[in-house]
Each structure stands twice: as structure tokens, then as C-alpha cells.
DNA sequence: GTGGTTGCAAACCCTTTGCACGGCA
DNA sequence: TGCCGTGCAAAGGGTTTGCAACCAC
């Protein structure tokens, strides 16, 4: 996932979110990181070309890509927060020998879901979306 | 999901676990409570009758119990942990208005997603669990 | 008896908040 | 220019830790 800096640009400027410096890496951090970072990871890897950004503006930036639909937090078990660029419906591998979580699109999972719960309702609640968590170990190397 | 304090008490002893009254409030507390429980919500509710357990406490039997596989974690996109008592395969529900987790047992949908992955591997990952999030909202009342 | 558990309180760490300054539209 | 966004530092809150006292086995 590689945007282009103007296309990440554009993502902010149709949100009506003001094109920040700050706004701009952090967005970037996120799409070239192959993982799903946490607010340290972003923090770190924007200091390099960004030193003097701080920690609270980071934290401010990701709510608000949250609340415009740019990022996503990621469920997990631990107690820090991650942060993901994938927008369309996507399922997370987590790797119980270590802290990896990989996307794992598939949409014939997703066809076979949204049929089954189609055919299936659950009485009393209504289904926006469906995540597989799927929680196992990568081959070792 | 009810147990007996003498049920409650075999799980402990049996993976070998010494038996103390906090570790036996703490479980039943979890067994008791019909959502995923914080770690709040379960020393409130063991202070009715034992108004002296520690926070701390109740974190470090948490863990052990975590580590002994007599509750699990509930991975959730907030920075509180919630714990479930409930073993065996099931999924959640997450209402998107409110904060409530709701157990999903579906045993069909359990045969289902294990022929899905049966015929579908993953390369290089070998799945132990597969859970699904239910997202969406509790019908209004 | 004795090693695992608990209570307590302080430390920790991630995250949030308040406010004055700064910079995008 | 006006107002949103940022930097900074302090506060916040859930969780962890260290250690002495305790108690289940």
C-alpha cells in the first residue's frame, strides 16, 4: 500500500481536514508501514525527517484520521493501541509467538460470510461488519 | 454459565493452582457476569462480600488465570481489558452504540469457517482459532 | 515449614488534556 | 485574518511491580 504524497493530500483536503505537515507523515508512517504500527512505532519513524513533532499532536492526528474514516484501530489483547490503513473489509492474522498482525484479505471469505449471515439473522442485533480474527503462528524461517 | 464454588475449585486445583478465597471470588465474579467483565467491574463486585482485595491482586490473579487458560482476554479497540470466562470456541457480538460484548456460540458457523480453511491454508500460517467479530447494534428497546 | 499469594502503595506507561503559539485556508 | 492545528508539559487512569506479611498445602 504506497500512496503518493499528493494522493495523501487529497484524502485530508476531501475530509475538509486541513493539509498538515504533521497530518501528512503521520498518514504516510501508517501506508509504508508493512505492520500495523502503534502510536510509538509512528512516533519514531516520523522523528527521523520530523524531530520535533510531538507525542500528544500524534495521538490528536490519529483521533481525528479515526473519526474521518482514514484509519482504523486494531482489536487486539494487548494493552497498546494499533493503527491500520486498510479501509475496505479486511481480516487480521495475529501471531501468537510474537506481536505480528498480518492483513489477510479474501474475498471469497467475505462472500461466504455475508451469505451465511444473510441465511442466518441474529435476533436483536444488526450485523455492519464481519472481521475474522485468526490467531495461529507463522512458519519459523 | 454457572458454577459452583466446589466446581470452581477443581478447575483451580487442577492445574495446580493453590486455592485462596480471592482467586475463587475473582472467577466466580467473571462466571457471574453475564458481559466481559473489566477489571473494574470484577473487583467492584467481589468487594460486596471481600472488601479488602487488593487491585493488584485481582490483575495478578487475572494473569494467572490467563496463563492458565481459565479466562481469556477479549480483544476490544478500547484501552480497558475485558475478560471472558467462556472456553470454548465462540464469537462476539460489539455493539458500535454502546460499550456491551455480547457471546456468540454458532456451531455451524464454526464447521463451516474450519471446511473453509481446510480447502483455503494460509502459506505460512498455521491457524489454531478463528473468532469473528460481529459488529453492528443491539436492536432499541 | 515454606514457597506461592496477597495487600499496599508507589511506579509505570500509554494516552489525554489545557493552553498559548503558530500556520493553513 | 480567523481559526484550526500543534507543541509542550502536566495530568490522568489503567496496569504493573516490589516487598513484607500471610496462608494454603
Given amino acids: 500500500m504506497n500512496f503518493s504524497i499528493e494522493e495523501i493530500r487529497n484524502k485530508l483536503s476531501e475530509k475538509g481536514l486541513k493539509v498538515t ?24 519513524y516520523i522523528r527521523h525527517r520530523n524531530p520535533n513533532i510531538a507525542a500528544g499532536t500524534v495521538y490528536k492526528v490519529l483521533e481525528t484520521l479515526i473519526e474521518n474514516k482514514l484509519v482504523k484501530k486494531v482489536y487486539t489483547d494487548k494493552d497498546v493501541m494499533r493503527y491500520d490503513g486498510i479501509l475496505e473489509n479486511h481480516h487480521h492474522l495475529y501471531c501468537t509467538d510474537s506481536d505480528i498482525i ?6 471469497e471469505l467475505d462472500d461466504l460470510l455475508r451469505d451465511y449471515f444473510k441465511n442466518h439473522k441474529i435476533k436483536g442485533f444488526n450485523i455492519n461488519e464481519v ?8 512458519d519459523k524461517p
Avoid at 102 to 107: L, S, V
Avoid at 131 to 138: A, D, E, H, P, T
Fill in 21 to 44: 505537515p504533521q497530518r501528512l507523515a503521520i498518514l504516510d508512517a501508517i501506508y509504508r508501514s508493512g505492520d500495523h504500527p502503534t502510536a510509538e512505532n509512528i512516533i519514531e
Fill in 102 to 107: 498480518k492483513d489477510y484479505i479474501d474475498e
Fill in 131 to 138: 472481521v475474522v480474527q485468526l490467531k495461529g503462528s507463522f
